[in-house]
């Protein structure tokens, strides 16, 4: 491996999913639904994959799925998009995020991340041989420090990299914050790339997306997918929006990438888009319930809590247990008790701050989830 990129190893991910397999954990680390999305959706899939299309889709993506991808800015958030020239469609959030990187970000650029960041950012990032900048979000909150967002701004800052709402800490960022942001990527002429995949999974406030921001259009290259919103992590069917320009220049990346993405499941995503608002707020409100029962089962066992406004991820500082290293405790969790949870630090380059958090997935049956807190009673 180039030395630039030693240092990656495996994600946390496949390793905690392994030590999960190994011990048959309840896994409430690797963030994906233990129940698949609607049968409506598998229904066309299955179709699409029985009569076609199961030949190359067209690079930027079908029209279908381009125009639904359209239709939901505009029907969630006002915005006017074209679906010819500002959609491209992609494998997952995970390769729209790195082409966008790569399409973007030079060697010795600066990109500012908020910390923790999602782990494929520093990867993409290194990739594009740029250099990370974290703007860290603190405990108990969470919240972005505009002060510390304006200190990380330097004369090779190319790129801030958004995540709303945030994986692991379940910020979502608010009217206030966002504004804030935008303001320094127009006085600094900053691109933002901004990664929404949780847009759906939102409990309290409510997501705003910072393209809709004055001067934020032009600037913005807005990345969401169809894992979070419609249950289905492994059709790995994603999308980026935004001016011309820009996707343009992420399609130019994309197309040497994997040229194109697994047609029939295109065809689904379309038709899941359209479905109608009620199907949203079903989403969250299920999602709601399950995260304050894991999240009053954590407390109660003693750890504190920091219940999040969005995603399906809860925090927690294992402290109040006797534990000071999140990461141990994870490695060793699944052996122990038999459950599977994620250490935050790995999402930090501030380890000492990372070190004492635990994120658990809430995704999961509530039966699941009880079994989960039954398991972790056993640490008392
Ligand atoms: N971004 C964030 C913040 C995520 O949590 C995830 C995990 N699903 C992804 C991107 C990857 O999304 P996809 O599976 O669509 O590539
Ligand atoms: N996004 C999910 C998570 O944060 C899954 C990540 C992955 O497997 N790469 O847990």
């Not at 990346?253 to 295109?266: D, H, I, R």
């Not at 999402?347 to 994120?359: E, K, N, S, T, W």
Request: net charge negative; charged share 20%; hydrophobic share 45%.
């Amino acid at each position: 491996l180039v030395p630039h990129l030693r240092g990656l190893g495996t994600t946390i991910f496949a390793e905690m999913s392994a030590r999960a397999e190994e011990t048959d954990a309840v896994n409430l680390g690797q963030g994906f639904p233990d129940v698949d999305g609607p049968d409506d959706i598998k229904r066309l899939v299955a179709d699409a994959i029985w009569h076609g299309p199961n030949q190359y889709a067209p690079g930027i993506g079908f029209r279908e799925l381009r125009e639904a991808v359209a239709a939901h800015q505009k029907r969630f958030y006002g915005l006017e998009v074209d679906p010819d020239s500002e959609v491209l469609i992609t494998a997952g959030a995970t390769e729209a995020v790195t082409a966008a990187l790569l399409a973007f970000v030079d060697a010795g650029d600066d990109v500012i991340a908020l910390e923790p960041y999602y782990d494929s950012y520093a990867a993409a990032i290194a990739m594009a041989r740029g250099r990370r900048v974290p703007v860290t979000l603190h405990a108990p909150d969470f919240r972005l420090d505009i002060a510390a967002l304006q200190a990380a701004v330097t004369p090779r800052t190319k790129v801030i990299l958004l995540n709303s709402p945030h994986n692991p800490t379940g910020t979502v960022l608010t009217e206030e914050e966002l504004r804030a942001v935008a303001e320094v990527a127009v006085a600094h002429d900053l691109l933002v790339i901004t990664d929404e995949v949780y847009e759906h999974l939102v409990y309290e406030g409510r997501h705003i997306p910072i393209a809709t921001f004055p001067g934020m259009w032009e600037r913005t290259v807005t990345i969401s997918s169809a894992g979070k919103t419609f249950a289905f992590t492994g059709w790995k069917i994603g999308w980026v929006t935004g001016p011309e320009p820009l996707v343009s220049a992420v399609r130019t990346v994309k197309q040497f990438l994997t040229y194109t993405n697994a047609a029939p499941m295109q065809r689904g995503i379309a038709a899941g888009l359209g479905m109608p608002d009620a199907y949203f707020q079903q989403l969250a409100a299920d999602l709601a319930r399950k995260r304050d029962f894991l999240c009053t089962g954590l407390a109660e066992l003693g750890f504190t809590v920091y219940p999040p406004a969005g995603t399906y991820f809860v925090t927690v500082d294992v402290r109040p247990l006797g534990y000071l290293d999140g990461l141990a405790f994870c490695r060793d969790l699944p052996y122990r008790v038999g459950v599977a949870a994620i250490p935050h630090v790995v999402f930090y380059d501030h380890a000492d701050i990372g070190r004492p958090l635990v994120r658990f997935a809430f995704c999961k049956r509530e039966d699941v989830l009880a079994e989960a807190l039954r398991r972790l009673a056993r640490l008392r």
